[in-house]
């Protein structure tokens, strides 16, 4: 079955940075745009970054744009987000995710504390 292993989340302080990884097992990663997303402590999902396949673009909400770097290692099976120069309002679970035909899969996220 579908799965996403989030790793690298920590305590950073801010201006830090921080590498997350996502292994994907159980679909065929190469063909699959892969996102991440994060939940702040009472605030909905946002959307973070977007990777496509072939041609690997990518998409960054506003407010990571420059900051943060999404790349994807087909031959690992694995999604990363570079984070770059944090901030505290960047504090929140993160989780990859895909879809596959009608269906969102998710990780079950890690969890960034940028603080001092």
């Known amino acids: 079955q579908v799965q996403l292993l989030e790793s690298g989340g920590g305590l950073v302080q801010p201006g830090g940075s921080l590498r997350l990884s996502c292994a994907a097992t159980?679909?065929?990663?190469?063909?699959?745009?892969m996102k991440w997303f994060r939940q702040a402590p009472g605030k909905e999902r946002e959307l973070v970054a977007s990777?496509?396949?072939?041609?690997?673009?990518?998409n960054y909400a506003d407010s990571v744009k420059g900051r943060f770097i999404i790349s994807r290692d087909d031959a690992k099976n694995t999604v990363y987000l570079q984070m770059n120069n944090l901030k505290p309002e960047d504090t929140a679970v993160y989780y990859c995710?895909?879809?596959?035909?009608?269906?969102?899969?998710w990780g079950q996220g890690t969890q960034v504390t940028v603080s001092s």
């Open positions: 995710s895909t879809v596959i035909g009608p269906n969102y899969y």
């Open positions: 990777i496509t396949t072939v041609h690997r673009s990518t």
């Open positions: 159980g679909f065929t990663f190469s063909s699959s745009y």
